[in-house]
């Protein structure tokens, strides 16, 4: 599968960015999707990730309540909606996406094979 992100820019803290990443190739249903980013100088964290087709969410404890990961499996995309953006979430987001991830490695960027370019997010204060 080759995936697509989209969706970053810059926004003053408080606002909102939804990133997008388009998916093709393969059963894109069938898939966990998630995201990551990787702020400079530090490792890749993650952020939110979403359990084949209307499967549950789980979220990292500091997006809880702010960011929402969805995905629409007739569009091959999944989504993440940001809000009340601070500075610290200003990174670089990755989409990532794999079959048969079981529950308690959805947090680990190693879990997953196929993942896309990255786009930037930046929040000022």
């Known amino acids: 599968v080759q995936l697509q992100a989209s969706g970053g820019g810059l926004v003053q803290a408080g606002g909102s960015l939804r990133l997008s990443c388009a998916a093709s190739?393969?059963?894109?249903?069938?898939?966990?999707m998630a995201w990551f980013r990787q702020a400079p100088g530090k490792e890749r964290e993650f952020v939110a990730a979403?359990?084949?087709?209307?499967?549950?969410?789980y979220y990292a404890d500091s997006v809880k309540g702010r960011f929402t990961i969805s995905r629409d499996n007739a569009k091959n995309t999944v989504y993440l909606q940001m809000n009340s953006l601070k500075p610290e979430d200003t990174a670089v987001y990755y989409c990532?996406?794999?079959?048969?991830?079981?529950?308690?490695?959805?947090?680990?960027?190693?879990?997953?094979?196929?993942w896309g370019q990255g786009t930037q997010v930046t929040v000022s204060s």
């Open positions: 990532a996406g794999d079959l048969r991830i079981i529950l308690s490695m959805l947090r680990f960027a190693s879990s997953y094979d196929y």
């Open positions: 190739g393969r059963t894109f249903s069938n898939y966990a």
């Open positions: 979403v359990r084949w087709s209307a499967g549950p969410t």
